[in-house]
Nanobody, 115 residues
Framework: QVQLVESGGGLVQPGGSLRLSCAAS????????MGWYRQAPGKQREWVAT???????NYADSVKGRFTISRDNAKNTVYLQMNSLKPEDTANYAC?????????WGQGTQVTVSS
């Protein structure tokens, strides 16, 4: 069984930064794909970023150039560095891992961008 726990969310002013972390427990492989989604109230879930085992990354156009995804395979942890935050980035951010064909989700961490 794979469990994911996110941390690092909070309230930040526009233009500020936050770093989210997602620690995975259980048997996952360094070859597993990991990433982040977000969901704002009243909106559909939106894919944010993905990182492969080799470090290849992909980003949604809405965050490209502002967010950076990274991973530490030794710690089974994926990170999301968020810079130049905007009010429209306000959402619950959840990480995921694709392990042996199954997708596992964390509970999410709330990010609120407001002055």
């Amino acid at each position: 069984q794979v469990q994911l726990v996110e941390s690092g969310g909070g309230l930040v002013q526009p233009g500020g930064s936050l770093r989210l972390s997602c620690a995975a427990s259980g048997r996952i492989f360094s070859s597993d794909v990991m990433g982040w989604y977000r969901q704002a109230p009243g909106k559909q879930r939106e894919w944010v970023a993905t990182i492969t085992s080799g470090g290849s990354t992909n980003y949604a156009d809405s965050v490209k150039g502002r967010f950076t995804i990274s991973r530490d395979n030794a710690k089974n942890t994926v990170y999301l560095q968020m810079n130049s935050l905007k009010p429209e980035d306000t959402a619950n951010y959840a990480c995921y891992v694709i392990h042996i064909g199954a997708r596992y989700w964390g509970q999410g961490t709330q990010v609120t961008v407001s002055s």
